[in-house]
């Protein structure tokens, strides 16, 4: 169905949402995304914060460098996988919040159970391919020869969990759509509570616990997504979790998962794209060695720490908000809601990134032994902070986007600034700066997408503008 085909609100006649869901078009619109956001910047902080503890640990392996590095060459493979789930749980987030604001919620079951079909059957299909094909694959990616085994290895474990990642992160999505953003960050700590908790004990063999290294992550990191697959599970089939998933709604259907393609599908061809470029960047940068491309990793580690703070937390709270709203057809709230948003992230963006700016060397010190490395995190770090108070409400606009269910000038906005502007850069301006040429790629693609958003919101704040409410 066509986003201009939506039904009028009240077409339940009597059904009574959940309260939580009803906020989405009720309530204040600052408190309401200050308290969505705030469990969503929990639930990525302690994400963020897995991931730094994660490297250190690693780095404390006698091949530390090489194993981050390792690491680093496996990103595109799970940023694809990961695209993938995201798409799948962006595409029912936004059908269920725009289903629920027109109050069908008959269709946001079907949706709901869709959602859990597809990624089943894409967290399968990952697992298999990781598994099974795992040295071809870390080799297209840009591993060498010094780390081609280790990243390999690691590969062909992690993937057995990708069907439960992919299960808990769309539930995740579902429970958003709702207008609850507490219970994914329930389901996000306890997961990343439970992989940080095994990590030293699998890698380096405490307590009586085989000496894994690599291996040992990857056994972690799985065992935290059954944990949170299994609480995520409990809560959908609970009372409270606003959805009531029948038999009939686990049936493919062709219609609705047309209707989560609209927005998932290029979420996730998004990230691909961007996976693609990761592939790029690691073949160009390995070219300067080894702790080249860990600096990449290492950086994007603490990096990730932004993000989790500001867009990766706030954008829980603006899709949701946006779909209800676009679905009511209440196009003032909609984009009051982005404003706020917009405003929030690039002003915090821009404070942030200014300390992590100052701090960076004391900061990648924690987890780097070697002193190249540390040079080269430093100046990728801080090449990328450099311009992320303009990158923020970029991402605000991708996200408002995709709650109107406009998937396809989503991807368009993060397509341009990821992959059309920073390929040509990279090869240019590493031909002529070498390694510190292709850090900076992304920063200057990073301003020069700014223009190219600001005219894509134009016309779509053209097509919807903020009159009142119209009558159902």
């Known amino acids: 169905m066509d986003i201009d085909q939506e039904q009028s609100p009240g077409a339940e006649g009597a059904v009574r949402l959940d309260q939580r869901t009803t906020d989405l078009g009720t309530a204040a619109l600052g408190p309401l995304m200050v308290r969505l956001s705030i469990p969503g910047m929990v639930g990525m902080l302690s994400m963020a914060l897995y991931n730094l503890v994660d490297t250190y640990w690693v780095s404390g392996l006698p091949y530390g460098t090489t194993a981050i590095a390792a690491l680093t060459v496996l990103m595109p493979y799970q940023m694809v996988a990961g695209a993938v789930g995201m798409g799948i749980s962006a595409g029912v987030m ?39 094909c795992a040295l071809p694959l870390v080799r297209a990616l840009g591993a060498k020869a010094e780390v081609e085994a280790a990243s390999a290895a690691f590969l062909r474990t992690v993937s057995l969990g990708f069907p439960l990642a992919m299960l808990a992160g769309v539930l ?3 429970f ?16 990343t509570a439970v992989t940080a908790a095994l990590d030293p004990f699998l890698i380096y063999g405490w307590c009586g616990f085989p000496r894994l290294e690599l291996q040992g992550a990857a056994l972690a990191t799985i065992v935290g997504q059954a944990v949170a697959a299994s609480i995520a599970i409990r809560y959908m089939g609970g009372p409270r979790s ?26 996730a061809a998004t990230w691909w794209l961007r996976a693609i470029v990761q592939s790029i960047t690691n073949h160009v940068l390995a070219g300067f060695g080894a702790a080249a491309v860990a600096a990449v990793g290492l950086g994007g580690r603490v990096f990730f720490l932004l993000i989790a703070l500001l867009g990766g937390s706030v954008n829980q709270a603006l899709t949701p908000i946006t779909g209800y709203a676009f679905g009511a057809r209440d196009y003032r709230r909609m984009w009051r809601a982005y404003r706020i948003a917009a405003v929030w992230t690039g002003v ?61 000038r989503a991807m368009w906005l993060t397509v341009w600034r990821a992959v059309l502007l920073v390929v040509p850069l990279l090869f240019l301006l590493t031909r002529f700066f070498g ?34 409410v119209s009558s159902p």
């Open 94 to 132: 936004s059908l269920v919040s725009r289903r629920f604001g027109a109050v069908r919620v008959e269709d946001a079951n079907s949706a709901a159970g869709q959602g859990i079909l597809l990624s089943l059957a894409a967290g399968c299909a990952f697992m298999l391919l990781g598994a099974t």
């Open 172 to 174: 995740g999505g579902m």
């Open 176 to 191: 958003r759509g709702a207008g609850n953003t507490f219970t994914p960050m329930t389901i996000q700590l306890w997961g």
């Open 242 to 267: 606003g959805y009531e998933v029948r038999a009939e709604h686990l049936r493919l259907q062709w219609e609705v998962i047309r209707d989560i393609a609209q927005v998932g599908a290029p979420a």
């Open 348 to 408: 915090g963006g821009l404070i942030l990134g200014y300390l992590i700016f100052a701090f960076a060397h004391p900061m990648l010190r924690i987890f780097t032994r070697d002193p190249e490395l540390e040079r080269l995190g430093v100046l990728s770090l801080r090449l990328t902070v450099c311009t992320f108070f303009l990158v923020e409400p970029q991402m605000m606009a991708v996200f408002s986007l995709q709650g109107m269910g406009m998937g396809g």
């Open 435 to 468: 390694v510190t040429g292709a850090y900076v790629a992304q920063p200057v693609a990073d301003v020069l997408a700014l223009f190219m958003a600001a005219w894509v919101m134009v016309k779509v704040y053209r097509r919807y503008p903020p009159e009142p």
